[in-house]
T-cell receptor, first 110, second 119 residues
């Protein structure tokens, strides 16, 4: 079992819709959780982090965490073509290193 | 100038050659990391360093070595390059939250990457 699992996609949504990206992790001791956006050929860029159960909102982005289910999600409201990218889920296990999922490729169609 | 700079951006090398990838940062962060990214496998940690005197192996350190020359510089070496080391390599930095120490924000800042091809 991979430590951090994501559906590789591609996930395709129409412009203006809500995109829902999911991630599960295996280490129950994980402390903090991150979403990075990576455009093709570019480096990952941090867009959200969350460390408490529940929802955290930042503009059009909402991160959701359920530690009991070991599940993290990212919702993107009013999706735009510029949101088309690969989204990486990352889990900080014990302050020593961060483990990444393989990423979900999102395409937002005009 | 970028906060985290990697050189070179692209490199093609032959099997068996020694190659060094360099990373420098202006963020003043103590923690630095080297990752490789392969299609379908995501980012995998090679080595990390929490300060100049601290070097730690990551998931996939075999065939690699590192040097932390200063707080701002962290180099990755492939002692004898092999084709399955062909990948995109990223350097990253992080620092614990400075504003609120109760918030465990250890988000990373990545360099622009080095695309390495071993033929």
């Amino acid at each position: 079992q991979k430590e951090v699992e994501q559906n590789s996609g591609p996930l395709s949504v129409p412009e203006g819709a809500i995109a829902s990206l999911n991630c599960t992790y295996s280490d129950r001791g994980s402390q903090s959780f991150f979403w990075y956006r990576q455009y093709s050929g570019k480096s990952p860029e941090l867009i959200m982090f969350i460390y408490s159960n529940g929802d955290k909102e930042d503009g059009r982005f909402t991160a959701q965490l359920n530690k009991a289910s070991q599940y993290v999600s990212l919702l993107i409201r009013d999706s735009q073509p510029s949101d088309s990218a690969t989204y990486l889920c990352a889990v900080n296990r014990n302050n020593n290193d961060m483990r990444f999922g393989a990423g979900t490729r999102l395409t937002v169609k005009p | 100038d970028a906060d985290v700079t990697q050189t070179p951006r692209n490199r093609i090398t032959k099997t068996g050659k020694r190659i060094m990838l360099e990373c420098s940062q202006t963020k003043g962060h103590d923690r630095m990391y080297w990752y490789r990214q392969d299609p379908g496998l995501g980012l995998r940690l090679i080595y990390y360093s929490f300060d100049v005197k601290d070097i730690n192996k990551g998931e996939i350190s075999d065939g690699y070595s590192v040097s932390r020359q200063a707080q701002a510089k962290f180099s990755l070496s492939l002692e004898s390059a092999i084709p399955n080391q062909t990948a995109l390599y990223f350097c990253a930095t992080s620092d614990p939250a400075l504003v609120d120490p109760t918030v465990p924000n250890y988000g990373y800042t990545f360099g622009s990457g080095t695309r390495l091809t071993v033929v």
